[in-house]
């Protein structure tokens, strides 16, 4: 017996900008009834272009073995969600072949799988039906699944007026607990709250850990290095790089810090977020005498700063931070204004916003930085991967020897001894 659970030869699936290519049967049946009123509203001049076409997905193939955790990891459309879609036969691919060697839970997205109409006590067991499960296994599966899911109260509520949370909640419950042999589950998990995020991982790490084959699409890479022993990078709907997880995500995080250095300096940055009212423009290092430093060293005074420019006006309440990830993205501390009580009421069109950090506490390594910034508690400006943070070794405690330590912080200590006997 085969011990292959997911396999993938040459997979491809081609869409046509304003419409599918490569139907399932619900998508033709609805192409083809819209299909009149489509030619209503657009009389084209000539036959599609080949750039009217794109491919989603293009030559992928791989293997996930029984009871193996995989992290599928990219950019916003490089094809990931299309992956799990043809897994799912959602979608038909346009070449090649993907099959799944047991029963598969699924969450794609907020609802999927769900009746809006049922009661999610009734959509329980159509999902266990749907599954193949009797009704006594779903029985005996309820209370854990309301349980888990923290909607009780509600378990005898039509579903469509759940909350996109509650939706999540009980969708994850339910694909997770009817003991599905294969999990694939999307980035849907960020709609839920972080306490019930973490609660989805540790389940999720649960059934890899009884030998459950589990395939989770996420941009969190924390989650991914957390559950999965092997990560695969898609771009652009192909394979760019498919091994063990660590390596996979310092590759995929490699390439999106250089990607944001072509974007050029901070000021001249496209993909960010915010309304604009203002917006940081550039950040540097410097030690307290305003001297302009290439690294942070640890244990040493110094200072951030942020210059930034608004919209043309003054602006008042003002709240800035920036976090501090390591080399797999996780994030490691925050410096905000607001932790210190030192939001600004009022700041000019023009200037710079100062942090200063009294003993650097960071171990030596490569660093980086996001940046975030609220007026009036609307966010005004986000950049992502905004800086490199480089941080040198130093004398932290003051000892006149190298630091010999392991971890990602040092805080400040001392030993004594005390004599118990009288």
């Given at each position: 017996m085969s011990d292959i659970a997911i396999r993938t030869q040459n997979l491809g699936k081609l869409y046509r900008t304003g419409q599918y290519i490569g139907y399932s049967l619900r998508e033709?049946?609805?192409?083809?009834?819209?299909?009149?009123?489509?030619?209503?509203?657009?009389?084209?001049?000539?036959?599609?272009?080949?750039?009217?076409?794109?491919?989603?997905?293009?030559?992928v193939s791989f293997e996930v073995k029984q009871g193996e955790a995989v992290g599928i990891i990219g950019r916003n459309g490089a094809g990931k969600t299309t992956l799990?879609?043809?897994?799912?036969?959602?979608?038909?691919?346009?070449?090649?072949?993907?099959?799944?060697?047991g029963r598969v839970g699924s969450l794609l997205e907020v609802g999927t799988g769900f009746h809006g109409e049922l009661t999610g006590r009734?959509?329980?067991?159509?999902?266990?039906?749907?599954?193949?499960?009797?009704?006594?296994?779903i029985d005996s599966k309820f209370d854990e699944i309301v349980a888990f899911s923290e909607v009780e109260r509600f378990i005898d509520t039509p579903v469509k007026r759940f909350s996109s949370g509650m939706q999540v909640r009980l969708a994850f419950a339910v694909a997770a607990h009817l003991e599905?042999?294969?999990?694939?589950?999307?980035?849907?998990l960020a709609v839920g709250d972080a306490a019930f995020q973490k609660k989805c991982l540790g389940k999720m790490?649960?059934?890899?850990?009884?030998?459950?084959?589990?395939?989770l699409v996420s941009h969190r890479m924390e989650a991914i290095m957390g559950l999965c022993s092997r990560a695969i990078w898609l771009d652009s709907g192909s394979i760019v790089s498919d091994g063990p997880a660590d390596k996979v995500v310092r590759e995929y995080l490699s390439e999106v810090s250089r990607q944001a250095e072509l974007q050029g300096t901070l000021a001249e940055r496209t993909d960010r977020?915010?309304?604009?009212?203002?917006?940081?423009?550039?950040?540097?290092?410097?030690?307290?005498?305003?001297?302009?430093?290439?690294?942070?060293?640890?244990?040493?005074?110094?200072?951030?700063?942020?210059?930034?420019?608004?919209?043309?006006?003054?602006?008042?309440n003002v709240s800035v931070w920036f976090w501090v990830r390591d080399s797999y993205g996780r994030y490691l501390t925050c410096f905000w204004s607001r932790l210190t009580g030192d939001d600004?009421?009022?700041?000019?069109?023009e200037g710079e916003l100062v942090c200063s950090v009294p003993h650097f506490p960071l171990m030596p390594g490569i660093y980086s930085i996001d940046i975030s910034v609220t007026v009036n508690g609307i966010r005004a400006d986000k950049i992502e991967k905004a800086a490199k943070l480089e941080v040198a070794s130093g004398d932290f405690f003051g000892t006149g020897r190298p630091l010999d330590s392991s971890g990602d912080f040092l805080c400040e200590h001392s030993w004594r001894f005390e004599d118990t006997h009288d």
């Open positions: 033709g049946l609805t192409s083809a009834f819209a299909a009149p009123f489509r030619r209503l509203r657009h009389r084209p001049a000539a036959a599609p272009a080949e750039d009217d076409y794109i491919w989603a997905l293009k030559d799990l879609r043809v897994l799912t036969r959602i979608t038909e691919p346009t070449e090649g072949y993907a099959e799944i060697c009734e959509n329980i067991y159509l999902n266990g039906a749907v599954l193949g499960m009797k009704k006594k296994e599905p042999e294969i999990l694939l589950v999307d980035e849907v790490g649960d059934a890899a850990g009884v030998g459950r084959t589990v395939l977020l915010g309304n604009g009212r203002l917006r940081i423009t550039g950040f540097r290092m410097q030690d307290r005498n305003g001297n302009p430093l290439d690294s942070a060293i640890v244990g040493d005074a110094m200072e951030f700063v942020l210059p930034y420019v608004t919209a043309g006006e003054p602006v008042r600004f009421e009022h700041l000019p069109p």
